[in-house]
């Protein structure tokens, strides 16, 4: 799993200490939030804005009316710090002050825009385009090249200036990010091609990025100085990266080509509306939604991600897999305002990914544990809470639960997923890819940690309302739940074990799930039972229900008695609130059967029975199943059973079939 990376700016470093998130009664608080916009008819199949080298960068040929004219070559000498000033850019290259800080510095209000083949060259000594923190600035129609931010800065709106419109521009091959974001800002329509590390950087102190709007755009080819490689673990690749964003619309772009990740939300952003957009062969994830909150990624396609680091990771023999949507310690939560208190994943077409869908929660991240690298907290605490997030306070509630990210409330339905390993980097082992999971590590650390062993495992899966339901799949799917190492069929990802993916197909069906328990004694091995004091079991070869083979409960003792499951403590991977079909088929065997009660027990971790459902099995002298339909109770992780009776002596049943389903 990749951590949080190095911080945007230097005010990062305090994430944790956020300003404006809480106010003193310690409740999450964001401007209002508008109801979710409806959703285009399908996802797109072609791109939906092929934006670089398109004749909608070109801006008017003669100037706006007003406007203060910007002659070809040096501009060193212009005001550019006017209010309310448009600036119109003549045809030809224009430049600035010839050392690092030459910049424009606008005023509030100023508009910039190109003439046809207006270009804005940094070459490749200023730093910077764009500077400090004018509001309600325009740019439209310029290309802006050749500047050399350094790390996690960017060329336009390099301050974060609020309400900024950047529209219909072409941005490449700069250093830094294309561009950094602020409240309010339009990034509509335009070429983030080839830049040093981000087509986007979007954070702003104090979580206070609102509003903004990134639509219509194409990113491409981004990271070319591969950040990840040059800073191992810095988390600070690819096409656009938010940090701390407090609502965004990200729609109808083409984020293609990208080195590392296509869009990545890091570190509690909240309120994305991901939607229409095509996201295909960035060498990383397409998504990213990472210690961050309420999302709805919605009819986006998805294809050919990830090819790159699936295939490195699986050169290291590590089977960690790498999906085109990754979901990390992302959560829904009504308690932080958004358009949506869920992650709901829905209506995406995922097309030859290296993976599917993968959701993950790291045990030993957690505010203040020392894994997790850069000192952020959550949402749900807030600054006030923070520093009672340690040993003592953290073992109990509400504690426990706010000073972690979940990965919670996910509603992962009515996506399409096709996959044909062939197609996938020329071909790829099914052991690594192609993979779909819901799944955690063993909690080991820090010390103080209420987190540890499979606490963050079991919750994942179990307890979490992560929902996978009503999708299709076509080709090879494999699920992980639960660990790494756990690689599943849809049979048994379907089964009640972990009940995911309810209504949906797979290659044209739905799989047939796998009982939870089985007793089919095919042989004399298989009696998983214990015979009771008077009583004995015995394997039966032939006359079966079913196959070669029953087994044969008997009893000497007059006052009754019965057999056990040697399984102790049961049967695992219940499901609490579950249903389960119990059935198995017997009758009489020899002698006189008495009246006998199959006992289903339900236990906790510990082995604590919670509830025992006793059903009846009358006499019956031919084969005969007998069922009924199970609930299992609040905290049951295991079950087992007994078969009892009160009375009789000599040959008892025979049993057969026994399943639990």
């Known amino acids: 799993m990749k951590r949080t990376g190095a911080v945007a700016v230097a005010a990062l470093a305090t994430l944790g200490m956020l300003t404006g998130l809480t106010p003193a009664n310690g409740d999450v608080t964001s401007p209002a939030a508008a109801p979710p916009a409806a959703p285009p008819a399908a996802p797109p199949t072609s791109p939906p804005a092929a934006v670089c080298g398109s004749s909608s960068l070109n801006g008017p040929t003669t100037p706006p009316d007003g406007a203060v004219v910007v002659p070809e070559g040096d501009n060193s000498g212009v005001d550019f710090r006017k209010p309310n000033t448009t600036y119109y850019f003549q045809t030809g290259t224009h430049t600035l002050a010839a050392d690092s800080l030459g910049q424009i510095i606008p005023g509030n209000g100023a508009t910039f825009v190109g003439a046809p083949g207006a270009v804005l060259d940094g070459k490749k000594l200023n730093n910077s385009a764009f500077t400090q923190s004018a509001t309600g600035v325009t740019i439209r129609y310029l290309t802006i090249t ?136 960035n060498d990383s994830m397409g998504i990213f939604y990472e210690i961050s909150y309420n999302a709805m990624i919605r009819n986006n396609t998805l294809r050919g991600n990830n090819w790159v680091a699936g295939a490195a990771r699986a050169t290291t023999g590590n089977a960690f897999p790498e999906g085109a949507i990754y979901l990390s310690e992302a959560d829904g939560e009504p308690r932080v305002p958004a358009r949506t208190s869920k992650i709901d994943v829905s209506g995406n077409l995922l097309e030859n990914n290296w993976g599917g869908i993968i959701a993950w929660a790291n045990a030993d991240r957690f505010c203040n544990s020392p894994a997790s690298t850069t000192g952020d907290c959550t949402m749900i605490v807030g600054p006030r809470n923070t520093a009672k997030c340690a040993p003592g306070d953290i073992d109990g509630e509400p504690l426990k639960t706010d000073c972690r990210w979940w990965t919670k409330n996910l509603d992962v339905h009515d996506n399409t997923f096709t996959f044909d390993p062939a197609a996938v980097n020329g071909g790829c082992p099914t052991k690594y890819c192609g993979h779909t999971g819901l799944l955690s590590n063993y909690g ?148 006189t059967m008495p009246d006998v009660k199959w006992n289903v027990r339900w236990r906790d971790d510990a082995g604590t029975v919670l509830r025992t459902d006793p059903i009846p099995l009358p006499r019956q002298t031919t084969w005969t199943q007998a069922t009924d339909t199970l609930t299992a109770p609040a905290d049951a992780t295991h079950v087992d059973w007994t078969f009892t009776w009160s009375t009789g002596a000599g040959p008892a049943l025979q049993i057969d079939d026994v399943t639990l389903g």
């Open 444 to 591: 080991t650390y820090p010390d103080w940690s209420p987190y540890k062993g499979d606490v963050i495992q079991k919750a994942i899966v179990h307890t979490s309302n992560n929902s996978w339901h009503d999708n299709t799949y076509t080709g090879p799917w494999q699920f992980v739940p639960t660990d790494m190492g756990n690689l599943i069929s849809p049979a048994e990802w379907v089964g009640p074990q972990y009940g995911q993916d309810a209504g949906s197909t797979f290659d044209g069906g739905a799989p047939v799930p796998p009982p939870i328990a089985q007793n089919d004694f095919e042989s004399a091995s298989a009696s998983p039972y214990t015979p009771w004091y008077g009583s004995t079991v015995t394997y039966k070869s032939g006359d079966a229900h079913t196959g070669t083979g029953s087994l044969l409960l008997t009893t000497t003792a007059g006052s009754g008695s019965g057999v056990s499951l040697d399984n102790f403590p049961g049967y695992p991977g219940v499901i609490p609130g579950q249903q389960y079909k119990a059935s198995l088929w017997y009758r009489e065997a020899l002698a």
């Open 146 to 281: 050749g500047f050399v931010s350094p790390q996690d800065q960017g060329v336009v709106n390099h301050d974060s200036g609020d309400d900024w419109v950047v529209e219909h521009n072409t941005i490449r091959d700069n250093k830094g990010a294309a561009l950094m974001a602020g409240a309010g800002n339009k990034i509509r329509a335009n070429c983030l091609k080839d830049n040093g590390q981000y087509g986007l950087n979007a954070y702003k102190a104090g979580n206070t990025i609102t509003g903004l709007v990134v639509a219509d755009n194409e990113f491409t080819g981004n990271n070319t100085d591969d950040w990840e490689h040059q800073k191992p673990g810095c988390g600070c690749t690819g096409g656009m990266k938010f940090w701390a964003v407090n609502g965004a619309d990200v729609t109808g772009n083409w984020i293609h080509g990208n080195h590392g990740p296509g869009l990545w939300a890091d570190t509690n952003d909240n309120d994305f509306l991901i939607e229409g957009n095509l996201i295909e062969k």
